[in-house]
C-alpha cells in the first residue's frame, strides 16, 4: 500500500501545479478531480487564444490606421509662401513649399544671380521643403539698392523654374 501512495503523490503534485497555473478554483475545494483541472487548463488556454486573437486584430487596425496616415502625409498640398524681410545683415528668407528636386539648387543660384551671399540657413525637407536663410549683399555691389519686392520676385521665379 506504501508504493501505491509514492507513486500517486507525484502525479497530485502535478495537478497542483498546472491548477495553480490555471488560477481558477475548483467548485469542489474538498476533493481535486483530474477531469475539472483539465478542464479548467482547456479553458484557460482558449481564454489566452481569444486574448491573443484580439490583440492581432488590434495591431492589424493600428497597422492599417498607420498606412492611412501615411498616405495622407504623402498628399498634403503645402501651399507656396515666401516672406522676406529687411534686417541689419541684409534680408531674412523664409521659403515653404512642395518637396522637389532641385528647388535649393534653384534658390541658391537666385542668391547667386542677386549678389547676395547666405549667412546662416536652416533647410529641412521632410514632407514639405522649408527653408530660413539670412543673405547679405556683397561688398562691391553697394551701388544698387535692393528691395524685399525684388528678392520676393527673384525667389518666387526660382522656385517656379522648377515646376
Known amino acids: 500500500m506504501g508504493s501505491w501512495v509514492r507513486k500517486r503523490l507525484p502525479l497530485r503534485r502535478k495537478l497542483q501545479t498546472q491548477r495553480s497555473f490555471t488560477r481558477r478554483k475548483s467548485l469542489r475545494t474538498a476533493k481535486v478531480r483530474k477531469s475539472s483541472t483539465v478542464i479548467d487548463a482547456m479553458l484557460h488556454i482558449y481564454l489566452l487564444k481569444r486574448k ?67 549667412l546662416h540657413a536652416k533647410v529641412s525637407c521632410n514632407s514639405y521643403f522649408a527653408m530660413e536663410a539670412i543673405a547679405a549683399r556683397e561688398a562691391q555691389n553697394q551701388e544698387y539698392k535692393m528691395d524685399v519686392t525684388d528678392v520676393t520676385q527673384a525667389i518666387i521665379k526660382a522656385t517656379q523654374k522648377r515646376d
Open 52 to 118: 491573443l486573437e484580439a490583440l492581432h486584430k488590434e495591431c492589424l487596425d493600428l497597422m492599417a490606421i498607420k498606412t492611412k496616415y501615411l498616405d495622407l502625409i504623402k498628399h498634403i498640398h503645402v501651399p507656396k509662401e515666401v516672406k522676406v524681410e529687411k534686417i541689419e545683415e541684409g534680408f531674412r528668407v523664409r521659403v515653404t513649399c512642395e518637396k522637389a528636386e532641385d528647388t535649393l539648387v534653384s534658390i541658391l543660384e537666385a542668391f547667386d544671380e542677386m549678389g547676395l551671399n547666405i
